[in-house]
């Protein structure tokens, strides 16, 4: 079975664009949740989708959107760039997603740089 | 709001020492616990995780946790160290936060060193 696969693995981008990263859940999969991992804040929840509805949410603004797609796929998006949003974005899939406890599985991430 | 905190930044052990990974976290509720290892650029794997029952949990590699309710601790062990097994660790908690929300809290990590 694959695992979970994110795209694209490495982005640069300068402050004030905007930036789509995208997340292959598991086959079967319903819940895909993202997380940022920075140096300074450590591993931070974002969102989690379950059947293309935002069922859970952090503390992060309004800059920071996501959806996803009958197949599962997810992906989010973050406008106005800045530069502490440079951090390693992880997606993570499950079948129950986190009311359950079910096993969540990560991807590799995408690095995002922020210039 | 629930919290979680990893003791120790950084441990160094020898190849064939116990490992001890200490988590403790903060929750209103009894949480889900999880152990995640995350090998460099990679994303995290998960190691172990209590839900309900057994107090004691085993998971893969070699690693143990044990679920104690009245310390708030799930401390992370291995009886003898592998240079595999450097990585960094990370200790999450999941519950409801504000009536249905829920989320995973993790740890700041510790990061694992081993010595050959």
Redesign the interface.
């Known amino acids: 079975k694959a695992g979970?696969t994110q795209t694209p693995r490495y982005l640069i981008k300068t402050r004030g664009q905007q930036v789509t990263l995208s997340c292959s859940p598991i086959s079967g999969h319903r819940s895909v949740?993202w997380?940022q991992q920075t140096p300074g804040q450590?591993?931070?929840?974002l969102f989690?989708y379950f059947s293309e509805t935002q069922?859970?949410?952090?503390n992060f603004p309004g800059r920071f959107s996501g959806r996803q797609f009958s197949n599962s796929r997810s992906e989010m998006n973050v406008s106005t760039l800045e530069l502490g949003d440079s951090a390693l974005y992880?997606c993570?899939s499950s079948w129950g997603?986190?009311?359950s406890?079910d096993?969540?599985?990560?991807?590799?991430?995408t690095r995002l740089t922020v210039l | 709001a629930q919290s979680v905190t990893q003791l120790g930044s950084h441990v160094s052990v020898s190849e064939g020492a116990l490992v001890l990974l200490r988590c403790n976290y903060s929750s209103s509720v009894p949480p889900y616990l999880f152990w995640y290892v995350q090998y460099p650029n990679q994303g995290l794997q998960l190691l172990l995780k209590y839900t309900t029952g057994a107090t004691l949990v085993k998971g893969i590699n070699g690693f143990e946790a044990e679920f104690k309710k009245s310390e708030t601790s799930f401390h992370l062990t291995k009886p003898s160290a592998h240079m595999s097994d450097a990585a960094e660790y990370f200790c999450a908690v999941s519950e409801a936060s504000g009536g249905s929300n829920y989320k995973l809290t993790f740890g700041k990590g510790t990061l694992l060193t081993v010595n050959p």
């Open positions: 979970v949740s997380y450590g591993l931070q929840f989690e069922r859970n949410k952090g992880l993570a997603g986190l009311v406890t096993t969540q599985y990560f991807g590799p991430g």
